[in-house]
């Protein structure tokens, strides 16, 4: 079955640590997105990329990083500096930037220990 | 940036009920898109619109988009206890989609 693998389902992060989100899909989606949700408020757009080895700042990028080093996969990092982790991420995949219907994995739920 | 405002921020309805959602936008937008997200999973994409005046159905859902282009609306007929969860309406900004906050709907059986 085609779809977008988001692991793991929960994490936990102490302060001051640098923690990694993974992201793979399997539907040869040219483009992939981070979004961030908090509760009672909309998706907010993270960072994306719409081809292997580019990616752009979205919204609320500050303390984060992100790396697009196959087509596949778009690993989302929560630096230290993110003084604010907890939420729900979404990652999403596309076709590619001309067509907007994203498609998204499960999320990963992150909170602060 | 751009911002879509959707109401009601929730609803909490007795099945076999309808339920009635909007969304407006400040700018005019080319595509409207209806989200459904269920409690720990992600959206599902459950209507996509392309031209003004559009009105498209899944099953018990219809969505409209608005002739003025800012706004577009999402109807659920009959509801049952599974319509819980969360719409979102989406739009193109750019390259890229932006969302509203959702509308929250429950349903008492």
């Known amino acids: 079955d085609g779809g977008i693998t988001q692991s793991p389902k929960y994490l936990f992060r102490k302060e001051g640590q640098n923690v990694t989100l993974s992201c793979e899909q399997n539907?040869?989606?040219?483009?992939m997105y981070w979004y961030r949700q908090d509760p009672g408020q909309g998706l907010r757009l993270i960072y994306y990329?719409?081809?292997?080895?580019?990616?752009q700042k979205g919204d609320i990028a500050e303390g984060y990083s992100v790396s697009r080093e196959k087509k596949e996969s778009f690993p989302l990092t929560v630096t230290s500096a993110q003084k604010n982790p907890t939420a729900f991420y979404l990652c999403?995949?596309?076709?590619?930037?001309?067509?907007?219907?994203?498609?998204f994995g499960s999320g990963t739920q992150l909170s602060v220990l | 940036g751009q911002q879509l405002n959707q109401s009601p921020q929730s609803m909490f309805i007795q099945e076999g009920e309808d339920v009635s959602m909007n969304c407006t936008s400040s700018?005019?937008?080319?595509?409207w898109l209806w989200y459904k997200q269920e409690p720990g999973e992600g959206p599902v994409l459950l209507i996509a619109?392309?031209?003004?005046?559009e009105l498209t159905s899944n099953g018990r859902l219809t969505a409209q988009f608005g002739i003025t282009r800012k706004d577009s609306f999402l109807n659920i007929s009959a509801s049952i206890p599974s319509d819980v969860g969360i719409y979102f309406c989406?739009?193109?900004?750019?390259?890229?989609?932006?969302f509203g906050a959702g509308t929250i709907l429950r349903v008492k059986s």
């Open positions: 999403a995949s596309s076709a590619g930037p001309e067509t907007l219907k994203l498609f």
């Open positions: 539907l040869n989606h040219d483009a």
């Open positions: 700018s005019i937008f080319n595509t």
């Open positions: 990329s719409q081809i292997v080895n580019d990616f």
């Open positions: 619109l392309y031209k003004a005046g």
């Open positions: 989406a739009g193109p900004y750019g390259n890229k989609l932006v």
